[in-house]
Every structure is written in structure tokens, then in C-alpha cells.
């Protein structure tokens, strides 16, 4: 059977939707919600500031943990491979709510957010604040300028 131009036009364009797809699935996205127990909030909704301390044991035990948006959506945090110290920081924010970047994606009706970078959420945020960064380990004290820490070498993180 001769190949037509519309076929080839076709297949090109398929194939031209389909990277572009995929593309767009690696681009970064926002979240904003409370950091969660998995484990806590899915066997028993637990969750909020009176759940705190217990979220935080958990989390802290190696359960793991996620953000509840506001509407209900629960997404499940993963480590993003270039940027552990981002996870390792959310893991402080048990209860709190944050707003956190990252990349994305979902598989059998589980979505995952692989955290790039978090911050605690506020609606009144100045610009006054001078910036702080803090060893994700918690070595030294928060830092005024970017580097790494000199106990661990980790690369400090914006607070």
C-alpha cells in the first residue's frame, strides 16, 4: 500500500503531539496545602494543628507524607533525585501549610509532587524580610547569604 502525504502529515503530527505531551508533564507546578501523615490522614483523617506532633513523629520515622489542598486533593511527596534537600525540608512542616514546587505526575489514580523546592505559605508575605538559608540538617544556624553548609556540605536552602 503507497504511503499518501496525509498519512505521513498524520503520523508526523501524532508523533509531534506526543513529544510535545511529554514535555509538558516535566514542567513545574505549585501546590499550597498542609503537609500530611499519609499514614495518619488515610487510616484515620487525621490531620491540622492538633495532629502536629504526631505527624511530625511519623514523618520523622520515615512514614510518609504528602499536601492536602484546601479543595480535598491529596498529593503524595516524593524525593526529587536532583534535589533531595527540598523533600528533607518539607519533612520539618508537619501540619503546617506550604507551598511547594515540582514536578508532577500521576499513576493509577495516585499524584505524586516531586518537591523542587517549599516554603511556608502565607498571605501576608513581605518583601522587607531579608532572606535566610538553613542547612536542611539542621548543622549551623540560618545563614543570610546561599552556599553549603560547612559541617555536612549540603547546599543551603531558602527559608
Same mark, same amino acid.
Given at each position: 500500500m503507497p504511503t499518501?502525504?496525509?498519512?505521513?502529515? !498524520? #503520523?508526523? !503530527?501524532l508523533a509531534f503531539m506526543a513529544v510535545a505531551f511529554a514535555q509538558q508533564s516535566k514542567k513545574a507546578s505549585t501546590v499550597t496545602g498542609e503537609v500530611v501523615c499519609l499514614t495518619c490522614y488515610l487510616s484515620h483523617g487525621a490531620k491540622g494543628e492538633g495532629h502536629a506532633k504526631c505527624a511530625a513523629?511519623?514523618?520523622? $520515622?520515615?512514614?510518609?507524607?504528602?499536601i492536602l489542598t484546601k479543595d480535598g486533593k491529596l498529593f503524595v511527596a516524593i524525593e526529587d533525585h536532583a534535589n533531595a534537600a527540598a523533600y528533607?525540608?518539607? @519533612? @520539618?512542616? !508537619? %501540619? $503546617? #501549610?506550604? +507551598? !511547594? +514546587?515540582?514536578?508532577? %505526575?500521576?499513576?493509577?489514580?495516585?499524584?505524586?509532587?516531586a518537591i523542587q523546592k517549599v516554603e511556608v505559605a502565607s498571605a501576608t508575605k513581605t518583601t522587607a524580610t531579608k532572606a535566610q538559608y538553613a542547612c536542611p540538617m539542621a548543622c549551623i544556624p540560618p545563614q543570610d547569604k546561599p552556599g553549603n553548609c560547612p559541617k555536612c556540605g549540603m547546599k543551603l536552602v531558602r527559608k
Amino acid at each position: 500500500m503507497p504511503t499518501t502525504p496525509r498519512l505521513i502529515l !498524520a #503520523i508526523w !503530527a501524532l508523533a509531534f503531539m506526543a513529544v510535545a505531551f511529554a514535555q509538558q508533564s516535566k514542567k513545574a507546578s505549585t501546590v499550597t496545602g498542609e503537609v500530611v501523615c499519609l499514614t495518619c490522614y488515610l487510616s484515620h483523617g487525621a490531620k491540622g494543628e492538633g495532629h502536629a506532633k504526631c505527624a511530625a513523629t511519623c514523618i520523622n $520515622k520515615g512514614l510518609p507524607m504528602g499536601i492536602l489542598t484546601k479543595d480535598g486533593k491529596l498529593f503524595v511527596a516524593i524525593e526529587d533525585h536532583a534535589n533531595a534537600a527540598a523533600y528533607q525540608q518539607l @519533612k @520539618k512542616f !508537619a %501540619a $503546617k #501549610i506550604v +507551598t !511547594a +514546587t515540582g514536578i508532577i %505526575a500521576s499513576r493509577n489514580n495516585i499524584t505524586g509532587i516531586a518537591i523542587q523546592k517549599v516554603e511556608v505559605a502565607s498571605a501576608t508575605k513581605t518583601t522587607a524580610t531579608k532572606a535566610q538559608y538553613a542547612c536542611p540538617m539542621a548543622c549551623i544556624p540560618p545563614q543570610d547569604k546561599p552556599g553549603n553548609c560547612p559541617k555536612c556540605g549540603m547546599k543551603l536552602v531558602r527559608k
